[in-house]
């Protein structure tokens, strides 16, 4: 929902060097790791130079890295993206022990926020839960690039309508196939 540089500019770090540039060797992990000004307890790796990690989500150094950085920390936070984007979020979860879910108001229909856990469970990670975001302004498409799309619903009440977000994981797990 939201570009590499943004997450970096809230954290208040710069985008590169990141995973991308560490993997690709331009940079190593030290020089890539950051630490964010208003918490300086929070150690950030951004994405990196490329903007993704597409390609690189599968490969044996990703794990590498992983496992160096579960090694010196108490948690290792990884921000995925969208489920519905591709198959990134799943190759991430099935390096993760756990997978929250985020749901931005007004913008993540509940389909899709089954559709990820499905997706998280097929890979063999457990889904610890969800968190609700508010909307992320996000930079105007392209005339060409605006799809009519209908106002987004959440926990099934139309936009603009109050509702209490809390609903959102009792349903959530009543939509979850048993587990054996």
Do not use: W
Request: with cysteine; charged share 20%.
């Amino acid at each position: 929902a939201h570009t590499p540089d943004s997450l970096a500019r809230l954290l208040g770090v710069v985008p590169t060097p990141g995973v991308s540039d560490v993997l690709a060797g331009r940079a190593n992990l030290g020089e890539a790791t950051q630490r964010a000004p208003r918490n300086p307890t929070l150690h950030v790796l951004t994405v990196g130079g490329t903007g993704s990690a597409a390609g690189l989500c599968q490969s044996h150094a990703l794990r590498d890295m992983l496992a160096v950085l579960r090694a010196n920390a108490d948690y290792v936070v990884i921000e995925a993206p969208s489920a519905s984007a591709g198959a990134d979020a799943q190759s991430l979860a099935s390096l993760a022990d756990t997978a929250i879910i985020a749901v931005e108001l007004r913008r993540t229909r509940r389909p899709h926020v089954v559709d990820a856990a499905e997706q998280l469970r097929r890979v063999g990670t457990g889904v610890l839960g969800a968190v609700v975001m508010p909307r992320i302004p996000q930079p105007p498409p392209a005339p060409e690039d605006t799809p009519a799309q209908e106002p987004p619903a959440v926990n099934g009440h139309p936009q603009g309508e109050r509702f209490d977000e809390t609903v959102l994981m009792s349903k959530l797990d009543e939509a979850a196939p048993a587990q054996p």
